[in-house]
């Protein structure tokens, strides 16, 4: 599953409640984001 994939690259969950203006928000916008991050040399 998509949850498992994502534990097993060392990524972190985090589950956002609706009853909440982010969690609206984040719902609106099709209800999944991703922050990625680089290093830079």
Known sequence: SF???VEL???K???MSTE???G???MAL???AALLR???D
């Open 24 to 26: 609206k928000r984040l």
């Open 13 to 15: 969950i985090v589950i």
């Open 30 to 32: 099709g209800g999944i």
């Open 38 to 40: 680089f290093d830079i």
């Open 20 to 22: 909440f203006e982010p």
């Open 3 to 5: 949850l498992r994939d």
């Open 9 to 11: 690259s060392k990524g």
